[in-house]
């Protein structure tokens, strides 16, 4: 009986040691100004019938990346995807998260966890005919599902890209969507 109680501890030892050592990789922690957008994501997936896991991701600010045109980006090991995967949103560069719409906002959180999430590790910057993105991949910030700018605007019908949110969306999660009504 002794020796099947050492034989138990021994296993016990073994699986807290892997649990440590995987905890250095998993850990989740979203600043607050991101976990709407991020919410919305894991929201986004479930809806389509995906299951993503809220584990090993860390969305933050990186106040380093200053005045320059990066406005995110996803740190990932793509050999070892189970180590840490960290998404930095640029927030201090006029032209990026400070001056954004809340739609582009989500857009640049919701590109960044295609990287990170998805694995959509390359940007599609194929265009449709009438010149929009095909995909939220794409690699320059874009006005993909904006609302008008100017609320003056003569003619909103063409400046208000709302309506187009589902597909880009769709498209995130599933690369083969059919392109929209809209693009042609
Ligand atoms: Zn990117």
Redesign the pocket.
Known sequence: MKKVFTCLSFILVLISCKKDSIDVGIQYDIAPEFTVYVNKFYEEATSRGITIARENLIVKANLNLGQTDIC???KQNTQYPSLQRTVEINTESLTCWKSMPENNREALVF??L??CLLGRLL?KDDLFNDGSPKSI?I?SNSDLYSPCVYVLDDKPELCNKTGRRKYYIDELFDENTPAPDWSK
Do not use: F, V
């Open positions: 995110g980006k996803c590109h960044e295609g990287h940007h991949m690699s």
